[in-house]
């Protein structure tokens, strides 16, 4: 899963050059969105997916003038204490692509009910 997930990365950055956005990532320092934006990404897109110790996240990108780069999740671990995982990635307006996490606390089945969406990071796209 992690090396599709580099694959995947990989391709979804060549597709945002190929479509002219090269500068723009060269350029680009993610800042977080607003939390109206992250409703609305939030709303149009499934849930987080847990597995054994995988969280996936399956984002569409409704914000016409953004590239989502990185996602922080709220979760608990083991131990019922706060901790924030990231990934990072590629979604480029009106697209859609997974943001994952590995090597989430084994074994914690409520991981599943726990995690949400702390923030969202992008860039702008001009």
């Not at 979804?12 to 956005?21: I, M, Q, T, Y």
């Not at 990532?25 to 939030?42: F, G, H, N, Y």
Request: glycine share 6%; with cysteine.
């Amino acid at each position: 899963m992690q090396s599709c997930n580099r694959s995947c990365e990989s391709e979804a950055r060549k597709k945002l050059v190929s479509e002219g956005f090269g500068p723009v990532l060269k350029a680009c320092i993610p800042k977080r969105i607003s939390d109206e934006e992250l409703k609305k990404v939030r709303s149009a897109s499934a849930s987080i997916l847990a597995f054994y110790n995988v969280l996936t996240w399956d984002v569409k990108n409704v914000l016409p003038d953004k590239i989502l780069r990185r996602v922080e999740l709220a979760t608990q671990n083991i131990s019922l204490e706060d901790v924030i995982v990231t990934s990072a990635g590629y979604v480029g307006p009106g697209q859609t692509g997974t943001f994952y996490i590995g090597n989430v606390e084994l074994g914690y089945p409520a991981v599943q009910l726990s995690t949400r969406i702390a923030a969202i990071y992008a860039c702008d796209t001009h």
